[in-house]
């Protein structure tokens, strides 16, 4: 019904805004405590192994849209068996993202003492350490990608935001009261990690319960269903991939920038103590 229809709209809309407010209230708040906390050549590196990790989610290839738009037609089309095919074809493209990012994770931890330019072993060790974990965690939300597709292709956009939004409350809640009990960057990165399975358990359980027919099982896997969301994901991927790309490259240059800035700075400052 219009009505009906008119109520969902108004909900997905607020329920998005509402996650992405959460989003930019954590990315002011969570930097001025580690700042505060532990000092600003260490947020420097909490930045800079975020911005490496976040390079994994290139992997994604356009899937989550492509799984939104065919979870959508078959969805009214009520073709149950093209759905189930295309969302398991597209579940396992992302699983061999996710272990292509775990090969990449190591690939990461070895470069990171030669971009961060870090003074000190043991910062360069918590640093590489960080980077894994958190790279982890990227890598892990790749797969999860396919049941927000399913998610959103089901027109629940309030709650794929609400899952996004909730968990990265808990994600800064947990990370403060880190922070505030004197624990370093790799605590803070076990917290992301954690809630990133959370987030997973979470998509996995919300997709079956707002798509009842869903099945997931390596049966189901298919060709034609891996061609079919490679397709069209292949469009979405060339125009994220130019965006990210940009904003990551840019991003990184400062961070690094700003990372050895401090380490000069704080070895000048002992140097003259």
């Keep these: 019904m219009p009505g009906d229809q008119g109520k969902r709209i108004a909900r ?15 990315g002011f708040v969570l930097p001025r405590f580690i700042g505060d906390c532990r000092g600003r050549q260490v947020l420097g590196v909490w930045d800079f192994a975020w911005s490496l990790a976040l390079y994994l989610e290139f992997l994604v290839l356009g899937i989550s849209a492509a799984v939104e738009r065919h979870v959508s037609r078959y969805r009214s089309m009520e073709d149950w068996p093209a759905l189930r095919r295309t969302v398991n074809s597209a579940f396992a493209i992302l699983l061999v993202s996710f272990m292509l990012g775990l090969a990449g994770v190591g690939g990461m931890a070895w470069l990171t ?4 330019g870090v003074s000190g072993k043991d910062l360069l060790g918590e640093a590489q350490m ?21 998610i959103n292709g089901c027109e629940r956009f309030d709650l794929s935001s609400l899952i996004n939004g909730t968990s990265r409350i808990v994600q800064l809640a947990a990370m403060v ?10 605590a803070l990165a076990l917290v992301a990690l954690l809630t990133q399975c959370m987030a997973f358990a979470a998509a996995t359980v919300t997709a079956r319960r707002v798509c009842p027919p869903l099945r997931i099982s390596p049966r189901l896997v298919s060709w034609h269903g891996a061609k079919e969301v490679l397709a069209f994901g292949g469009k979405a991927f060339i125009y994220q991939v130019s965006r990210m790309l940009a904003y990551q490259t840019n991003g990184w240059k400062n961070r690094t920038a700003s990372t050895k800035r401090w380490s000069r700075l704080s070895a000048q400052s002992r140097l003259t103590t």
């Design 177 to 186: 009261a880190v922070l505030l009990g004197g624990y370093g960057l790799v």
């Design 12 to 26: 997905n809309v607020f329920a998005n805004w509402a996650a992405h407010l959460v989003v930019v209230a954590a």
């Design 130 to 150: 960080v980077v894994v974990i958190l790279g982890v965690a990227t890598a892990l939300r790749l797969p999860m990608l396919a049941f927000n597709g399913v």
């Design 113 to 116: 003492p030669r971009l961060l």
